[in-house]
């Protein structure tokens, strides 16, 4: 038997033996196989030298289908990757958009719940944090309107206040039509006897009713605010003529006749009005000292309501507007 490792037979033809078949055939199977064989009572000793040439096409074949399912499953394992990134993106798009909306409009906006359930508890949860800023900010609009309102107005009579008075006023002086501004300084009548008789509370009852009946008697327009004390203060933004004026004035006198009913008790009250118009004033602090004069003048009046001035008002104001 020839034990050239360089050829071998394979169904009476001849094969070149590759190097690396050359190689293994050194290293695996160097030491021949003996088999042992009876023909006609005669033990026969076979020499068998194995050859790698089948077992490197067992071993080629599992490397191809190896690297076969190698290559699909990486070509799997893509496209499944891109058609999931695909979908979490569709999934997650309304989620991020409604939070960059949030952000650059400060409006609170709730995410619709995905398929995904991973992500279903984080709508959730995102949808109860904007529900949590919701009442927050409820609550502090709430707190800062009471604030505000409580800043700029009266706590008994819930009308504007000294301060809001002032702001209101001095934004109206500074229009160029202010010379149509009038405004009414109103003082109770003995007031500290009211206090005195009836008690207290029937006094914030007066100053109550007093409020009540200024915004009853006046045009929708007019501003009506107390100052302090038993003291209020209208602005009237366009008084066209002394008639007019004194019209208001008259009207505001006749309210406070009927008297007030407070605990079964009727108190009788009243109340002076003094007139100023703008346009005898360089300024507020004057506006307030000449309604305030016309106030005291209006006290010792039989028809308790007086103008600053008159006969001014009717020379220099515009009787008419056109």
Known sequence: MDHDLNTQISHSTYRTITPLETIINKISFSTPIYINVSHFN?????EVYPRSFNYLNYYRFIAYAFLLGLSCSIVFLYVYSRAKGKYLKSQLS?????????????????????????????????????????????????QNYLLHHQAYHDTLTR????????????????????????????DNNKFKAINDIYGHQAGDAVLIETAKRLKNNLPE??????????EFAVV?????????????????????YESLIFNDQYIPFSFSVGASYA??????????????????LAKKSDRKWAIFNPQYFEDHLFLDPK
């Open 94 to 142: 309304p989620i991020l958009e409604n939070m960059r909306s949030t952000k650059q409009s400060n409006q609170w906006k709730k995410t619709p719940l995905s398929q995904l359930k991973e992500l279903q508890i984080f709508s959730l949860a995102f949808n109860a944090l904007i529900e949590k800023f919701e009442s927050i900010n409820q609550n502090l609009n709430e």
């Open 159 to 186: 009308i504007p206040n000294r301060h809001y008075f002032q702001e209101y006023i001095n934004k109206q002086l500074k229009q160029q039509l202010n010379q149509y501004l009038v405004l009414l300084y109103i």
């Open 221 to 230: 327009n007019a501003f009506v605010a107390r100052l302090g004390g038993d």
């Open 42 to 46: 005669e033990d026969i000793w076979i």
């Open 279 to 296: 346009y005898d004033a360089k300024n507020l602090e004057q506006l307030l000292h000449q309604a305030d004069e016309a106030m005291y």
């Open 236 to 256: 009237l933004n366009r008084v066209e003529s002394k008639a007019e004026l004194e019209q208001i004035c008259e009207k505001l006198i006749h309210s406070s």
